[in-house]
């Protein structure tokens, strides 16, 4: 059973997130803003419409979030009240505030992500490390742990690109990722992931050691301009792979871009190379590399700003992209973070996509370093 103090702390950091989200203000906005919709020709210019629509949708939902809140601690404190009157049992009350306190958090870590940036969808690609066919595994099993994640947390996924392992598994894919505040969650997936375990590929039953690399980069919308130079492009296309028979592609659907780019800040020249088979449709797929470019052009751009931020706070920046930032050792049944040292031996929880306890501690201790 909670204690009272317990009770008063959950009212308290309602009304703190009241104030810190501003939400009377925010209602102000939303209908200043619906006015604007109201005029005779709002939807004759559709994307300024809908960049409007989702300036409002965006807003809303903060003041959505904290009524939720405000529901689930009004009703724990009914329920404490009711206890005390034995109408309310102790497992009830207890009940209410684990939903209070979830909702609570939910809503205190995103407003942990003000960068401009958290709020957009991913672009995650997924590279198995060398070791064959037990590392193409790996990859396919973190591939499944990502999509039973956004699943959980109800953003759209599709995959954009897959390569196949020789004999099992994957060696690659490009996932996206669209929803509100993707990106603000599972930047903290960016880096190299370590699995040990007795390999069932392996003959003598031995323990291996294989690795996968997780690349996370914003998933741009229309409302982040972006310049694509178009003499810089050039494409290919190819037949999508299949299993047989009427999986295979009987048309070139398939696109392969290639974008040469110049680093403006230091000169370094590069081939960005994106492959897109995502549908049977080639416009659609050209539609969809140029959309995965302009989303790693954004990253480009906002890793320089990071770079040259972490030279006015040097040192303080505890983590470097590309860095091996997790371990899964299946045997000792343990999961553990080694940025922030959070761990779990709930294996085939994390596998199944429960990662919200290391996206929750990466914020918590990152969060505040970003801004």
């Not at 317990?6 to 925010?26: G, H, M, N, P, W």
């Not at 939903?99 to 709020?119: G, V, W, Y």
């Not at 070791?131 to 954009?160: N, P, V």
């Not at 392996?202 to 003499?231: W, Y």
Request: glycine letters at 8%; aromatic letters at 8%.
């Amino acid at each position: 059973m909670i204690t009272q103090e317990q009770l008063k702390q959950t009212v308290e950091r309602k009304d703190a997130l009241k104030r810190y989200l501003d939400i009377d203000s925010k209602k102000i906005q939303v209908e200043e803003e619906e006015l604007r919709t109201h005029v005779p020709d709002f939807w004759e210019h559709p994307k300024e419409a809908q960049a409007q629509m989702k300036k409002i949708k965006d807003l809303q939902a903060w003041i959505d979030g904290y009524k939720d809140v405000e529901k689930a601690v009004d009703e724990l404190s009914i329920g404490w009240d009711f206890h005390k009157e034995g109408l309310v049992e102790e497992a009830e009350v207890d009940a209410m505030y684990a939903d209070a306190l979830a909702k609570i958090e939910t809503l205190e870590l995103r407003n942990m992500l003000r960068r401009e940036e958290d709020k957009l969808g991913v672009v995650l690609k997924i590279n198995s490390g060398a070791g064959g066919t037990e590392s193409q595994d790996w990859a396919s099993m973190l591939m499944r742990m990502y999509l039973r994640y956004c699943e959980k947390a109800g953003y759209k996924t599709s995959i954009a690109n897959i390569l196949d392992g020789d004999e099992a598994g994957i060696k690659s894919c490009t996932i996206n990722v669209e929803g509100d505040f993707a990106y603000g969650y599972l930047k903290s997936e960016n880096g190299v992931h370590r699995l040990v375990r007795v390999s069932p590929y392996n003959a003598q039953g031995k323990r291996m050691t294989s690795f996968a690399s997780v690349f996370v980069t914003p998933l741009v919308d229309d409302t982040i301009d972006v310049k694509v130079e178009p003499a810089l492009l050039s494409w290919d296309t190819f037949r999508s792979g299949g299993a047989g028979g009427q999986n295979v592609n009987k048309v070139e659907s398939g696109v392969r871009l290639r974008y040469q780019f110049t680093d403006p800040y230091t000169g370094e020249q590069e081939e960005i190379l994106i492959e897109n088979t995502e549908t049977r449709d080639q416009p659609k797929n050209k539609e969809n590399a140029l959309r995965q470019l302009r989303s790693i052009l954004y990253d480009k751009e906002l890793q320089h700003r990071l770079q040259e931020q972490a030279k006015v706070e040097a040192g303080k920046k505890k983590i470097e992209w590309g860095s091996q930032i997790r371990s899964y050792v299946f045997d000792d049944r343990r999961v553990k973070d080694h940025r922030t040292g959070f761990q779990t031996s709930d294996v085939n929880g994390v596998m199944d996509g429960d990662i919200d306890g290391f996206i929750k501690a990466y914020l918590m201790e990152f969060a505040s370093e970003e801004e």
